[in-house]
């Protein structure tokens, strides 16, 4: 009979019967319960071999037979699923105390299947016997089957939390679960310790249980760190301690790796444990596939040596190359470092819950209570109906003759039954019993067997009514179970817990530790170079783009860089390209109509200081570092600006120090930073100092105490002041002067803090050329004054920033040596003769003569090689010759020896034939510069301008002196290195193309052969090749 049709909205239908199939998949299938630890498929698994009897004491017994038990009883499902379960709990790898004792392929970590279940056998594991202790005692509530015939466990005993020791995943409708699995000490460490104090339990923290529970106990051994990065900001937190506080946290495991040194100065990796479920067959193949790709190099071999004594990956590298960076990118592209997602979901009375491990803990002592609490009221009463048999047994002992009559006398069982009761006053189960007792119990000895059998139930009576009457004897029992059993089953750690704090190798660690410049231009180009040192060539490299900003940072440390708009955006050191270059744009959200106000480097431990915040209104704000590097963040808001307002500077100080704002009207005001608050980041900040109408803030300097403010026009005007100079004043006040400014010098465009280990300056023009120069050529003024005009621009050209900057390789104060002394052809000394003022003539040689030996003359330059050094050359030499008519003649200054006297003698050129005839000239260093001459004699006027000169049949004499010296091959050295040895500075020329004179035949002689040294020139003076004289 067709029952009644309904129609239904189908969307309703849809809804509700999800809903049922989503509970279904949470109750029934995916989550574990909190008590047993098991999913359901789990718990009738070991609950089909308890009652088959294939207990850890009996034999194995064939898969096949196991799975048609569970799937004929209790299990309708697929018997693939069935056999997969079986199969990982019998897997070492994949439980950390397995449940199933197997016998044959259970698979293995390198990913290999199990066998078939018919090639199998299986037998419950012993520490399976406590998960199912006491189930016949009335422990636990029973269900139907799926056919209604049989019962099966709602829950098992568990007399051990297998929860947290042994973990659980899954994956349900709208939820998942990931629990960790933990050393067995532990947790019953601190399982014992909660019950000791259960009744103060309410007061127990996460960090009392941190005692005894050290973090998850993996399997597989491995490293798992303790620390790592916040979710905002670089500071870090406790992730295990996350954990348990939360349910939830992101753990980060480690392979367990070391070096071992090899033969020729070659070096290997070796592997002895992998992250929890990492498959050992793909990490290999994806290793190889990285050393195929190129994206790691160094590797020349990739062995497994694994066997039954454990784990061993080698990996072996190339001679010289440091297998700390093979490894750094070894955890970066490979899974020898993953990340464990904790999530303590499991059910609590059939609903999902997110549990603490104190809550977990607590569940498990108070379902460990009820067990025994049943288990002890099952045993009562078993007691109590035995002893009542004993007690009847003893009185029917006492009137044997009358029992025995009775009994004879009637005529069937039940006749017996009801005069026993009925004549002396048995119960029915007694009067059953003394039916049911053979005859050899009348006998003496059973007699006094009785006796001590009831002594002994009386007892055992009376301790089982005590126990449930005092839940803190209850407690008692569970503790001393859980020590009993840690005796017999705790094993050591394998999974090694690091504390992040403590400076252990991590990818970051691990990241090569260089010093390095970033540069960023106006337009948002951001670059890095390597921190080899400072001359012409490498600075021109790090500061030719670097119009917003050019820092040395490592390349650990995090980059922060400020846009105008008062947003902040982070990028570690290491993502920028070495090579080329990459718009910030690219790298993070930064919008390309935006503008760079800043850049920090900051190392990612920073965490003491504040942010000082400088806008070009004048506001002033400071946020500490706390709160500013809190949190992972790719970008966010540091200080809200209105109107035309932009944010000008942002730097780091110590929170006790005092800030120097300089504007571009040339005015200045000093305070100290604890005038100014700290504030959030969304603060528009306080007043810093009270702008004139048309002025802005162009720098902001942390006060360096002794030091010294160098400020520069867009001109080119400089100066330094000495910081003694700005008194100190309060915040908000209108301020000093700090440069003159006039229609020469333009406005002020740029300001640095210098300190003693600052050497050189590098000034950014607006057309992004680079003009460095040494800071002991910045002369020293007072803060009225208009400074001296040292940078040399272009015509349309102006400076836009400045950078202060420290040696690395070559400091200043360690110049390097005079060249050797040049011999001339008779084999003296050149210099020794008295320099004398005569012609100096040139021939030019062919490109490819070569020198004849040591003191033979270098061959000019080939005209692709001339071109870069006169290059060079000119961006350092510019403006510094006067100018002259068509006949020139300048007295050569008096010039010091080195015994102190003063002489007039001048470097006198000898001349040296090549192998092909053809000849070349030397000169000797002069004893001094031009600026030196100048002091000396008294003549302290600006250099002219450059001007035209007439080409003339006479050559105009020099008006310096031209040098050259010797450097290393394959290290760029100082440009003017020995007029850096004579003078004290190696960046103090103008930078203008050289004019046709007689250095330049002196400075092609000067050169070194190619290929020994590197060809590094002062030039001041020469013509361009293929012109005549």
């Known amino acids: 009979m067709i029952g009644t049709v309904r129609e239904i909205e189908i969307t309703t239908e849809m809804h509700a019967s999800y809903l049922d199939y989503a509970m279904s998949v949470i109750v029934a299938r995916a989550l574990p319960d909190v008590r047993d630890g098991l999913k359901p498929v789990h718990r009738r698994i070991l609950y089909a071999m308890h009652d088959m009897g294939v207990t850890s004491n009996r034999p194995y017994k064939k898969s096949a037979r196991i799975v048609g038990e569970v799937l004929g009883k209790y299990h309708p499902h697929n018997d693939t699923s069935v056999y997969d379960a079986m199969v990982r709990m019998a897997q070492e790898f994949s439980l950390r105390y397995p449940l199933v004792d197997g016998q044959g392929n259970f698979g293995s970590i390198d990913g290999d299947n199990a066998a078939a279940m018919r090639y199998t056998e299986a037998r419950l594991a012993t520490i399976s016997d406590l998960m199912l202790a006491d189930i016949e005692k009335d422990t636990i509530d029973w269900n139907d089957n799926f056919d209604t015939t ?193 999530s303590l979901l499991a059910l609590v009375n059939g609903e999902p819950v997110t549990l603490t491990l104190k809550r977990i803990l607590r569940l498990f002592i108070e379902h460990r209570q009820e067990i025994i609490r049943r288990r002890s009221q099952f045993d009562l009463a078993k007691a109590r109906a035995r002893s009542h048999i004993v007690e009847g047994l003893l009185k029917a002992l006492d009137i044997l003759d009358e029992v025995i009559q009775t009994i004879r006398r009637s005529q069937r069982v039940d006749t017996a039954r009801n005069n ?122 790090a500061a030719q783009r670097a119009a917003a900003a050019l820092i040395a940072a490592n390349t650990r440390d995090q980059l922060f860089i400020f846009s105008a708009s008062g947003r902040c955006y982070r990028l570690g050191v290491h993502e920028l390209p070495q090579e080329g270059r990459r718009r910030l744009a690219d790298l993070t959200d930064f919008s390309r109509r935006d503008t760079i106000a800043s850049m920090l480097a ?53 929170g006790n120090g005092e800030v120097l704002l300089v504007t571009r009207m040339g005015r200045s005001i000093r305070f100290s930073e604890e005038k100014v608050r700290a ?43 000495r910081i003694d100079e700005f008194s100190l004043q309060g915040r908000g006040g209108g301020g000093i002067i700090a440069h003159k400014i006039d229609e020469r010098t333009g406005d002020l465009v740029g300001a640095a803090m210098l300190t003693p280990e600052h050497a050189f300056a590098a000034f950014i023009t607006q057309k992004g050329v680079a003009k460095p120069l040494g800071l002991d050529e910045v002369p020293s003024s007072g803060r009225s004054a208009l400074g001296s005009r040292k940078v040399n621009l272009a015509s349309s050209d102006a400076v836009a920033a400045v950078h202060a900057l420290s040696p690395v390789v070559a400091p200043i104060d360690s110049p390097p040596p005079l060249p050797e002394p040049q011999l001339n052809g008779k084999g003296n000394n050149a210099s020794a003769s008295p320099a004398k003022e005569s012609k100096q003539k040139t021939t030019k040689a062919p490109a490819k003569s070569k020198p004849s030996g040591e003191t033979a003359a270098a061959t000019p330059a080939k005209p692709r090689a001339q071109r870069k050094t006169r290059k060079l050359a000119s961006e350092t030499t510019r403006k510094r010759q006067p100018a002259t008519g068509e006949q020139t003649a300048t007295k050569q200054a008096p010039a010091e020896t080195a015994n102190g006297e003063v002489t007039n003698r001048r470097a006198k050129p000898r001349r040296k034939s090549s192998r092909n005839g053809a000849q070349a000239t030397t000169t000797q260093p002069a004893a001094t510069t031009a600026s030196d001459r100048r002091q000396k004699t008294g003549n302290t006027r600006e250099p002219a301008p450059d001007s035209k000169r007439a080409s003339t049949p006479r050559r105009a004499k020099q008006t310096k002196k031209t040098a050259s010296t010797a450097q290393p091959k394959g290290k760029r050295a100082a440009v003017a290195s020995v007029k850096q040895s004579v003078q004290g500075s190696l960046l103090d020329q103008p930078s203008t193309e050289p004019k046709p004179s007689a250095a330049k035949s002196s400075a092609r002689s000067a050169r070194k052969p190619a290929g020994k040294l590197d060809r590094v020139s002062s030039v001041t003076g020469g013509r361009k090749k293929g012109k005549k004289q």
Not at 150 to 164: D, F, G, Q, R, S
Not at 679 to 707: F, H, Q, Y
Request: aromatic residues 6%; glycine residues 8%; charged residues 25%.
């Open 602 to 654: 900051l190392p990612h431990t920073a965490t003491e200081g504040f942010l000082f915040l400088v806008t070009r209104q004048g506001a002033v704000k400071r946020i500490a570092l706390t709160d500013f590097t809190q949190g992972a963040f790719d970008a966010q808001e540091v200080i809200s600006v209105n109107g035309k307002d932009r944010l000008a500077r942002a730097f780091i100080t110590l």
């Open 420 to 541: 026993l009761i009925r004549a002396f006053g048995f119960t029915e189960v007694q009067a059953q019993a003394i039916l049911d007792m053979p005859l050899r119990r009348l006998t003496a000895l059973e007699r006094k067997q009785l006796q001590d059998e009831h002594k002994e139930l009386q007892q055992r009576i009376s301790y089982l009514e005590d126990l449930l009457s005092d839940n803190a004897k209850i407690l008692s029992v569970i503790r001393e179970e859980l020590l009993a059993l840690r005796q017999q089953h705790a094993d050591r750690r394998r999974t090694q817990i690091v504390e992040r704090a403590q400076g252990t190798l991590t990818a970051t660690d691990l990241l090569p530790d260089r010093r390095v410049w970033v540069a960023l231009s106006a337009k948002g180009d951001l670059r890095r170079q390597d921190f080899n040192g400072i001359n012409r060539a490498g600075l021109r490299q």
């Open 679 to 721: 504030m959030g980041t969304s603060a528009r900040g306080v007043a810093g100092i009270n702008l004139k109408r048309g002025d802005e803030v162009i720098a902001a300097l942390p006060v360096a105490p002794d030091g010294e403010l160098l400020t520069v026009t867009s001109n080119g005007y400089l100066k330094r002041t």
């Open 150 to 342: 049989l019962k099966e466990p709602a829950i098992l005993p568990a007399a051990l939390p297998n929860l947290l020791i042994n973990g659980a995943n899954g994956i349900a409708v709208g939820m998942a679960t990931n629990i960790p699995p933990h050393n067995l000490a532990e947790v019953v460490d601190a399982t014992v310790y909660l019950i000791d104090n259960f009744d103060k339990i309410e007061e127990v923290g996460v960090n009392d249980l941190l005692q005894f529970i050290k973090g998850p106990d993996f399997p597989t051994g491995g490293i798992l760190f303790r620390y790592r990065q916040a979710a905002k900001g670089d500071e870090e937190v406790d992730a295990i301690s996350q954990g348990y506080a939360t349910g939830r946290a992101r753990l980060i495991m480690q392979a367990k790796a070391h070096f071992e040194e090899m033969s020729r100065s070659r070096s290997r990796i070796v592997v002895t444990a992998l992250p929890y479920q990492t498959n050992k067959t793909n990490l290999l193949e994806r290793i190889a596939l990285l050393v195929r790709d190129g994206k790691i190099h160094g590797i020349t071999d990739l062995r497994d040596e694994s066997d039954r004594t454990g784990m061993r990956i080698v990996i072996e590298l190339t001679r010289n190359v440091d297998p700390k960076t093979v490894l750094a990118r070894l955890l970066k592209l490979t899974p020898m470092q993953q990340t464990f997602g904790m």
